[in-house]
């Protein structure tokens, strides 16, 4: 597969399918192999692309360099490499300082945008208390976690539910940066919502009901200062409603795509 050379990075990516482009921007958590349940979904009416972050997955980064403010250009670059002018972007998380970057910095080249599970670098209050907790909580994470412990990604209730799937991931999340140093590598990158006044771009915020990072009426607020965004609740999923409900995260962005004339 191929790698694109960045300065004091190399940045692995996949493509998938054939059609209009679509390209999943993974969270701290993930890497390319997160999307296992949106490729198959997707490919067979998209070109699919999926990535690795600066550090993550299969994407190696000098150390110092993780900064996330590499991130959008280095996703312009794998845009460039794989012959996509313009695409849909859907972010989870870590994703959505991404593909808001590439958006303010590049809006021709973003055709709609999915935030899942993030603020993007958008400061509202309620983002600022969040972001405050969120600092506590990854420094806590630098243990290592028992095999049964629900990484806070997910649902606090994913081991009752669906073990193999809480264990999957937290597996995936371990070939990553530590959760401390990438959310270190996105602290420079904020925005005042007044830096959004002349949006134009299809913009889709989904939340999980139980998100234990930014909770539901974060994300609403979040929302409601991206002018003509629009707002989904998913039922019983945590911080990763691609990965915890795939059926229902899929419905609603196909659903989005093809409101905002997408195909």
């Known amino acids: 597969m191929p790698f694109v050379q960045r300065p004091q990075a190399a940045i692995y990516y996949e493509t998938a399918g054939e059609g209009p482009p679509l390209v999943f921007a993974h969270g701290a958590g993930g890497n390319t192999l997160v999307w296992w349940q949106q490729v198959p979904h ?60 590439l958006a303010l910095a590049m809006p021709t080249r973003v055709a709609a945008l999915v935030l899942s599970g993030t603020p993007a670098g958008i400061i509202t209050p309620k983002v600022g208390r969040a972001l405050m907790a969120l600092a506590q909580t990854a420094a806590q994470l630098e243990r290592a976690p028992g095999w049964n412990e629900p990484h806070p990604a997910l649902a606090a209730d994913i081991f009752s539910r669906d073990p193999s799937r809480g264990f999957l991931y937290a597996q995936i999340a371990a ?89």
């Open 42 to 101: 997707f490919a067979p009416r998209y070109r699919v692309l999926t990535f690795d972050h600066r550090g993550f997955g299969r994407s190696p980064c000098e150390a110092g360099a993780e900064s996330g403010r590499h991130f959008a250009a280095d996703l312009a670059a794998v845009l460039d490499d794989a012959g996509m002018a313009r695409a849909a972007l859907v972010c989870q998380s870590m994703g959505g300082w991404t593909g808001l970057q």
């Open 175 to 263: 070939l990553n940066l530590p959760i401390e140093l990438a959310r270190r590598a996105l602290h420079e990158l904020s925005l005042d919502p007044v830096q959004l006044a002349s949006w134009s771009i299809p913009t889709l915020v989904v939340a999980g009901q139980h998100d234990r990072l930014f909770a539901p009426d974060v994300l609403e607020e979040v929302a409601a200062v991206i002018p003509g965004a629009r707002f989904a609740l998913i039922p019983r999923a945590g911080h990763s409603p691609y990965f915890e409900a795939p059926d229902e995260f899929n419905r609603l962005v196909d659903e989005f795509l093809a409101a905002a004339r997408y195909s």
